[in-house]
T-cell receptor, first 114, second 115 residues
Framework: GQNIDQPTEMTATEGAIVQINCTYQTSGFNGLFWYQQHAGEAPTFLSYNVLDGLEEKGRFSSFLSRSKGYSYLLLKELQMKDSASYLCAVRDLDKGAGSYQLTFGKGTKLSVIP | DGGITQSPKYLFRKEGQNVTLSCEQNLNHDAMYWYRQDPGQGLRLIYYSQIVNDFQKGDIAEGYSVSREKKESFPLTVTSAQKNPTAFYLC??????????????FGAGTRLSVL
C-alpha cells in the first residue's frame, strides 16, 4: 500500500516563491509525479522524478530524495494563474496485477494573493 | 488535435439507474484509466486497461464496470450497485503501463450527480 502526505492548503504572495512538500511510504517506488489541477478541470502534468535530485523546468522545479521518501515542488515568481491544486503522485508496482500504478495524494490547494 | 475526450461534461443519475461515461482518446495510447475524485480526497483508481480486451480492477471497483473493445475507447458504467456515485470522474491514458516515464494524460472529466 501507499501513504502520501501533502499539506491541505497554502497561501503565497504574487511574485514570491513557494515550496509544496510531499512525503510518501511505498514498497516498490518507481517514480514521483506532480500535477497541477485548476478547479473543475483536468490535472495537467508538471514534472517527473525517479532519481534523487532537482529537476528544473522554467518557473517550476521538483526535488526528490528516495531515502527520505520526500519530494517538493518549488514554484518561483508566483503568478495569480498559479492558484490551483497541486497533486503529488507516486508510481509503484502493483504486484498483484504485475503492473505499475499511480497513487495520488489528496492535493495541496495553493492560493496566490496580490 | 490529439487528446482525450470525455462526455458528457455533466450527468445526472436516477435511483436504480445505470449510467455510462464515455472516454475516447486519439493519442494512440495503449493504457487507459478511470479515476474518481471526491472533495478533499485524492484521485482514486477505479479500473485500468493496458491492452484491448483486458482490464483490471483498481482500488474502488465495486459498483462499476468497464469494457475495452477498441484501443481508443474505455467507457465506464456506474451501476445501481454504486450507492454513492456523486463525484468527478476522470479518464486518463498513457503510452503503456510498464514504461518508465509513464505520464498519464487526463480528459476534462465528467461530473456525476444523483437526482
Amino acid at each position: 500500500g501507499q501513504n502520501i502526505d501533502q499539506p491541505t492548503e497554502m497561501t503565497a504572495t504574487e511574485g514570491a516563491i513557494v515550496q509544496i512538500n510531499c512525503t510518501y511510504q511505498t514498497s516498490g517506488f518507481n517514480g514521483l509525479f506532480w500535477y497541477q489541477q485548476h478547479a473543475g478541470e483536468a490535472p495537467t502534468f508538471l514534472s517527473y522524478n525517479v532519481l534523487d535530485g532537482l529537476e528544473e523546468k522554467g518557473r517550476f522545479s521538483s526535488f526528490l530524495s528516495r531515502s527520505k521518501g520526500y519530494s517538493y515542488l518549488l514554484l518561483k515568481e508566483l503568478q495569480m494563474k498559479d492558484s490551483a491544486s497541486y497533486l503529488c503522485a507516486v508510481r509503484d508496482l502493483d504486484k498483484g496485477a504485475g503492473s505499475y500504478q499511480l497513487t495520488f495524494g489528496k492535493g495541496t490547494k495553493l492560493s496566490v494573493i496580490p | 488535435d490529439g487528446g482525450i475526450t470525455q462526455s458528457p461534461k455533466y450527468l445526472f443519475r436516477k435511483e436504480g439507474q445505470n449510467v455510462t461515461l464515455s472516454c475516447e482518446q486519439n493519442l494512440n495510447h495503449d493504457a487507459m484509466y478511470w479515476y474518481r475524485q471526491d472533495p478533499g480526497q485524492g484521485l482514486r483508481l477505479i479500473y485500468y486497461s493496458q491492452i484491448v480486451n483486458d482490464f483490471q480492477k483498481g482500488d474502488i471497483a465495486e459498483g462499476y464496470s468497464v469494457s475495452r473493445e477498441k484501443k481508443e475507447s474505455f467507457p465506464l458504467t456506474v451501476t445501481s450497485a454504486q450507492k454513492n456515485p456523486t463525484a468527478f470522474y476522470l479518464c486518463a491514458s498513457s503510452i503503456k503501463g510498464g514504461a518508465t516515464k509513464n505520464i498519464q494524460y487526463f480528459g476534462a472529466g465528467t461530473r456525476l450527480s444523483v437526482l
